[in-house]
């Protein structure tokens, strides 16, 4: 179960092409909202980029963490997660309409993130929000309520029948971008952080 769980800290990682950035979201809180637009469009134009990092996942009948590696290059991934002492490992790389998974228990491909998620797992996330929410930014295609900081980026973000907690911030070539994220959801808790950001604008 525990490699599963870990495969779920990949999956998550997906995101079936780039867009642009949406206005369907209710904005409050501490920061001033023309300076969030301003950093919202900005850090949106990241279409690449290198991260390494922690996972950890708590579920109701299995919890793990692992390490992880995150590869994108627009819309072609290549992501890979290590668990303790070996257990779990996983590499998931794909592009819009073929995504392909390796671990312990077998090689799978769908033709999506979220079937391949619902055929392993079992449950029906929004697989593609977080290409964006990792990088501090709502999902561009659907209602959000975000909470801003006083330095104008997201400190929470409730969206998608999930809320999202950014805690720490850093500066990465220019880019001020998160370090460190909860996601909540229903019996699922999912914590990244991010040591090491490498973005890039790639253009298309």
Not at 51 to 67: E, H
Not at 151 to 168: K, P
């Amino acid at each position: 179960m525990l490699a599963r769980y870990l495969t779920l800290g990949l999956v998550f990682a997906l995101l079936a092409g780039c867009a642009g950035v949406g206005q369907r979201e209710a904005v409050e809180g501490q920061g001033d909202p023309r300076q969030w637009a301003e950093h919202k469009a900005r850090v949106a134009t990241l279409d690449g980029w290198q991260i390494s990092g922690k996972v950890g996942i708590r579920a109701p009948r299995d919890s793990g963490s692992g390490s992880l590696f995150w590869l994108q290059r627009q819309d072609y991934y290549d992501i890979r997660l290590s668990g303790p002492l070996g257990r779990g490992a996983a590499r998931l790389t794909g592009r819009p309409g073929a995504v392909q998974l390796e671990s312990s228990e077998g090689r799978y491909a769908a033709e999506s993130p979220e079937a391949l998620l619902t055929r392993q797992v079992g449950w029906q996330l929004p697989v593609s929000n977080l290409l964006w929410w990792i990088r501090g930014l709502p999902a561009p295609d659907s209602k959000s309520r975000v909470s801003l900081d006083a330095g104008s980026h997201l400190a929470r973000l409730e969206q998608d029948g999930w809320s999202i907690e950014y805690t720490r911030y850093a500066d990465f070539d220019g880019y001020t971008l998160p370090e460190r994220l909860k996601l909540t959801g229903q019996d699922v808790e999912v914590i990244l952080v991010v040591k090491e950001w490498q973005p890039r604008v790639l253009g298309h």
